[in-house]
């Protein structure tokens, strides 16, 4: 996915855009067929989500540019609320921090209910359409050791806040936007009630959770819980167990195809292309195609193209 951590990402977002060169892009007529310019996050579910609409739109019979992997979230969005890109995957929970004024988090917790408002907040804003999402969660989420969690008899944030208060050996492997940024591990701690120390954190610079995994499953500097989201591919391969949000404290992200509304104006038969195919994915078939790609090896297109194939989507 991956996440937004700050209200202020439209002025992040603005920067973003002004500082780095995309690519000219945007939908255009080639010979007499509509080409549709697709973009995508720099992570594996972005790689394979993308893919995918690649994938079914030339088989609906568009031209397709290829622009999957254009960049960090900030610039992403920034392309297709340009123009330089017609349509890319996005999450829902992500509305929340597109647009300052929403306070309500307890509505983003609801997949339906923050996809009917940032739908509806979206088109408004930006004629910026969203189709069909999956019904997963790629949210934040904190994994532990399969065999911490087996021995400490661990499954929720609630069994795990009891075993830090205890005392319990306890250290995370973690970004510095997860670590620091109030809607991430604060919001754990807060609902939760517990607080980790400086010397129970791992912190990366960076937010890819491959790193943070890893760190946990090989045990590195004494780390035996990692910061995750929901639906990656390679926990089960790397001995982790991901710890059930019974509270909810986070947003509901799940991902749904962004596109510009005039590009679907134009095009209407794209929503009928692309809904079926987000509607199958649901959590454990995007754990197991993320796991294809993150652990197995094999490329996003590949992956991609043999489910839709084994669907009957292509």
């Known amino acids: 996915m991956k996440k937004i951590l700050t209200k202020g990402f439209t002025l992040i977002a603005i920067l973003a855009f002004l500082a780095i060169p995309l690519f000219a892009g945007g939908s255009s007529e080639k010979d007499g067929k509509t080409e549709i310019t697709v973009g995508s996050k720099i992570d594996t579910e972005g790689a394979l989500l993308g893919s995918?609409?690649?994938?079914?739109?030339?088989?609906?019979?568009?031209?397709?540019?290829?622009?999957?992997?254009?960049?960090?979230?900030?610039?992403?969005?920034?392309?297709?609320l340009a123009g330089e890109i017609d349509i890319y995957p996005e999450y829902t929970g992500s509305g929340y921090y597109f647009f300052p004024d929403q306070t309500d988090i307890e509505l983003w917790k609801d997949l339906q209910k923050g996809y009917k408002k940032v739908a509806e907040l979206d088109l408004a804003a930006n004629?910026?359409?969203?189709?069909?999402?999956?019904?997963?969660?790629?949210?934040?989420?904190?994994?532990?050791?399969?065999?911490?969690?087996k021995a400490q008899s661990l499954s929720t944030l609630e069994d795990l806040a009891v075993y830090i208060n205890?005392?319990?050996?306890?250290?995370?492997?973690?970004?510095?936007?997860?670590v620091s940024d109030e809607p991430a591990l604060p919001s754990f701690e807060k609902g939760y009630g517990f607080k980790l120390s400086n010397e129970q954190l791992l912190v990366f610079a960076g937010g890819n959770t491959t790193l943070t995994e890893q760190a946990a499953?090989?045990?590195?500097?004494?780390?035996?819980?990692?910061?995750?989201?929901?639906?990656?591919?390679?926990?089960?391969?790397l001995g982790l167990k991901v710890l059930t949000d019974t509270k909810?404290?986070?947003?509901?992200?799940?991902?749904?195809?962004?596109?510009?509304?005039?590009?679907?104006?134009?095009?209407?038969?794209?929503?009928?292309?692309?809904?079926?195919?987000?509607?199958?994915l649901d959590l454990e078939t995007l754990q197991t195609l993320n796991s294809r790609i993150a652990v197995e090896g094999q490329s996003a297109r590949n992956v991609a193209k043999a489910y839709l194939e084994e669907k009957g989507f292509l």
């Open 166 to 178: 205890k005392g319990g050996a306890f250290k995370l492997a973690a970004s510095e936007e997860f």
């Open 52 to 80: 995918m609409i690649v994938l079914l739109l030339e088989n609906g019979g568009f031209k397709v540019v290829d622009k999957t992997g254009t960049g960090t979230s900030p610039i992403v969005r920034s392309a297709i």
């Open 217 to 237: 499953a090989s045990g590195q500097e004494g780390v035996n819980a990692a910061m995750a989201y929901g639906t990656d591919g390679q926990l089960a391969a």
């Open 248 to 280: 909810q404290i986070q947003p509901v992200y799940a991902p749904s195809p962004n596109i510009r509304g005039e590009v679907l104006k134009k095009n209407p038969e794209i929503r009928t292309i692309l809904d079926p195919a987000f509607k199958s």
């Open 127 to 149: 004629n910026i359409v969203w189709l069909e999402p999956s019904p997963a969660n790629n949210t934040w989420a904190i994994s532990i050791r399969s065999d911490l969690a």
